[in-house]
């Protein structure tokens, strides 16, 4: 079946500007994960869905970011007012279900590499 | 707070000669490692749990809580192997992990 998809795979804006990242995770996932990844460095979580609802966004950096699932599938990030420290490849995963003391593979998207010039 | 710790950015070595990719962790409670692989092109994907004890593609990893260590080891290295690898620490019950830098594995013909 088809993996985790994300789009765009490359986006480039403005100092600024607002952005939307897209995640479709695998078909009856009910976990979605969003990490960022900077040059040289490993991915660094930033908030995970368990269903529609953000479970943990212990990882967000600051307010200018935000995410969603309203439907429990499709997973939106967004960021306001970007900065040049917000360049960075965001990934996306999803796995079957997380709940405590229980463990499901997560599954990666190939990311979406922003660029703010 | 967990961390990981991966100390070398980059392992060369030539086609079958044994590798070893260093980890060290930190955590104060009972904890979860994996190794996390990213070959050319690919996605990120999970290579190993130390939970499960297994031996994939010929990689294994023993988590050594008194070095708090879980290197990742393979007798043979073969030019398939080059990849990024990725440590990466679980635990309290969340199993969102914390990824070390990666070590950047180069496989000579």
New interface residues.
Partial sequence: GA??SQTPSNKVTEKGKYVELRCDPISGHTAL?WYRQSL??????LI?FQGTGAA?DSGLPNDRFFAVRPEGSVSTLKIQRTERGDSAVY?CASSKN?G????????????TRLTVL | AQRVTQPEKLLSVFKGAPVELKCNYSYSGSPELFWYVQYSRQRLQLLLRHISRESIKGFTADLNKGETSFHLKKPFAQEEDSAMYYCALGGGGSYIPTFGRGTSLIVHP
């Fill in positions: 993996g985790v994960y040289g460095q490993g991915p660094e979580f995970y943990d990934l997380v405590l003391g229980s463990y499901n593979e997560q599954f990666f998207g190939p990311g």
